[in-house]
């Protein structure tokens, strides 16, 4: 089903219905196989660029052996293009597990955990990825909130870390872990990248 650089199909979004909505896209379920979904990008010409790159970027994380569904193909309905995705059924978030049973958050934050670790033990692949570090550093270098003695500390600080070959999340926290029929999922992998695997975890401390 997946199509890379191939033709793109056309689609009619009369076979699907609206499950959600956010600032660059629609996500659609289809009405006759609950297996897939749909995202299709709105706006402008950059959506477009906004199907191919997540595409792309899909597969790429799918091939670092990260559990999380998979981008099938690239489609145009409506002459807008969307991503059809793999439909993880009877999800549920890890966030909402601990809310509907408070009397087990010791039990999926130890759950989690693992998880994160395990995927702090995949090689990522640095010749598609850009590297934390060199994304964070460029970001210090352009910020306007720290002065020279700060960020010459940060990026000491960052250099001490160094910069592994692993996947890390990018936005790991318990919504972003979803359980479904005994299996976890990893979702919102927009962040994904490689390096420490400190940043994960800081992230997690930050978050919580």
Sequence with gaps: MSNGNNSIRSINLDEWYQSGEGATAVSYFNKNDDSIMLKLFTGSVTASNYANREFEFSKHVEACNVKTPKALE???????????????????????????NPEKIEEYATEFAMELKSLHCLKCDSEFFTGINETIKRCISSSKVYHNLSKRRLF??????GDEQVCIHGDAHSGNLIKANGSNYWIDLGAFTYGSHWYDIGGVYFFY
């Design 156 to 161: 000491s600080f960052m250099d001490e870390l």
């Design 74 to 100: 690239i489609v145009s309905a409506n002459g807008q293009l969307g991503v059809i995705y793999e439909r993880i059924k009877d999800k549920v978030s890890f966030s909402k597990l601990c809310h509907d």
